[in-house]
């Protein structure tokens, strides 16, 4: 079983995923030519090789040839998914993307998902993202999707409705449910659209799981930060967790063998030993020859961007 694990070690949003996806080993040429499909138009993406703290990485842009777009609400872009010439299970998960989104603004703005105005959520480059990354990991085949807890900001974020505070609140209506923790970090880590992508297609969010290695990539966000702004994605097949016997490890056979040479005593005989401590006297007795054990221990409905 094709496995792919989301270590979200500094968030994620809809274009850090395409670039983890990417790096991963999807072809960009093709994940374009696929969402052209899409009765969208009006936009141009491109895919950019950086460095962020030595790493390598793929920084996904979805440029906007248009200045406007119109503000959308649910049934237009469920109606846009819908009339796509993508694969049934990638609109499927697109859709359920969007409706999580809607429903989570909808809590927030105390109105129904129907009322919702995605404003740029709706826009272009919000609908690539989502359908960009559903696709990617049905190009990868995985069957399975893990993702990591979740790291939260802090601080405000700016939107169209003035200044919100980071954690966004749709993004924490999303994350019901979902295993987060603070990293004192200003700004924003997790978008609304990231939480939606991992909240529909996780299958659980875990610690990473028992797997072999296939492939590995990050993707990057738009802001260069201190840490490695990055999120990665490993890809590979599902194994069982036991592990049969330790992997060998020049040092430690190194260890050993010195360990080996030094203690090459004469065989085993019988010495009586008398210690004096204070005023305590008492005798013991021990063999050469003994054993040894050696134990060593940007994109939701508001308009800002992401902390990316």
Do not use: W
């Amino acid at each position: 079983m094709r496995i792919a694990y989301f270590d979200c070690f500094s968030g994620i949003s809809g274009d850090m995923c395409m670039g983890a996806l990417v790096s991963a080993g999807v072809d960009f040429a093709l994940l374009k030519e696929e969402l052209a499909k899409m009765p969208v138009a009006g936009y141009d993406m491109r895919c950019k090789k950086e460095k962020r703290n030595g790493i390598a990485c793929v920084n996904i842009f979805v440029d906007l040839l248009e200045t406007e777009q119109p503000a959308r609400r649910l049934a237009d872009i469920l109606q846009i998914i819908a009339g796509s010439d993508l694969p049934a299970a990638v609109k499927d998960k697109s859709r359920e993307v969007f409706i999580r989104l809607a429903a989570a603004e909808a809590a927030v703005h105390d109105t129904t998902p129907e009322q919702i105005h995605f404003h740029e959520v709706g826009a272009v480059d919000a609908i690539v993202d989502v359908t960009g990354a559903v696709l990617g990991l049905h190009l990868l085949k995985v069957d399975k999707v893990y993702v990591s807890p979740l790291p939260m900001g802090k601080g405000f974020i700016k939107c169209m409705h003035g200044v919100i505070p980071s954690p966004a609140p749709a993004t924490l209506e999303i994350l019901h449910g979902v295993p987060v923790y603070g990293t004192g970090i200003a700004g924003e880590l997790v978008t609304p659209t990231g939480a939606a992508l991992l909240s529909v297609l996780a299958d659980a969010f875990i610690d990473l799981p028992a797997m072999i290695i296939e492939k590995v990539g990050y993707g990057a966000g738009k802001k260069v930060m201190e840490h490695p702004n990055l999120l990665r994605l490993i890809v590979g097949e599902h194994c069982q967790a036991e592990i049969q016997s330790p992997i060998p490890c020049h040092c430690c056979h190194h260890r050993e063998h010195r360990h080996a040479h030094l203690h090459d005593h004469k065989p085993a005989h019988t010495n009586t030993h008398e210690h004096k401590h204070g005023h305590v006297h008492h005798s013991h007795q021990h063999e050469y020859g003994h054993d040894h054990d050696h134990n060593q221990e940007h994109d939701h409905g508001h308009s800002h961007e992401k902390s990316e």
